[in-house]
Nanobody, 123 residues
C-alpha cells in the first residue's frame, strides 16, 4: 500500500510563487516516476511535470508541459516530490495532483495518486 499526502496549494496572485509538496509512504521498494498533473474546471487532466529515475547513477530526467517550461521546477528529496511554481498565471488555476509509480517490496507495481490540492491564481 502506498499513501500520498499533498500540501502547499492555495490562493496566489499572478506573478507570485507557490510550492507544492507530495510525500509518499508505505511499503515502497523503488520509485520510478514522480510527477504532477493538473485539472482545470471543464478540462481534462494534463501532465505538468514529471521526474523519471535515470540510469544506475540515479540521474533523473525531467519533462515539462510547454506551458510551464521556465516557470515551474520539479524536484525530489527521497520520497517527497516538489513543484516550485514561479511567475504563476491565472491559467495555472487548477487542482494539482501528484502521481507516483514504482514497485513494492512484494514486487508488485503501484500507480498512486494524491488527493489533489487547489491552486487559485488571481489577476
Amino acid at each position: 500500500q502506498v499513501q500520498l499526502v499533498e500540501s502547499g496549494g492555495g490562493p496566489v496572485q499572478a506573478g507570485g510563487s507557490l510550492r507544492l509538496s507530495c510525500a509518499a509512504s508505505g511499503t515502497i521498494f523503488a520509485i520510478n516516476t514522480m510527477g504532477w498533473y493538473r485539472q482545470a474546471p471543464g478540462k481534462q487532466r494534463e501532465l505538468v511535470a514529471e521526474m523519471s529515475r535515470g540510469d544506475e547513477t540515479f540521474r533523473d530526467s525531467n519533462r515539462y508541459a510547454d506551458s510551464v517550461k521556465g516557470r515551474f521546477t520539479i524536484s525530489r528529496v527521497k520520497n517527497t516530490v516538489y513543484l516550485q511554481m514561479n511567475s504563476v498565471r491565472p491559467e495555472d488555476t487548477a487542482v494539482y495532483y501528484c502521481n507516483v509509480r514504482g514497485s513494492l517490496y512484494d514486487f508488485n507495481t503501484f500507480d498512486a495518486w494524491g488527493q489533489g490540492t487547489l491552486v487559485s491564481v488571481s489577476s
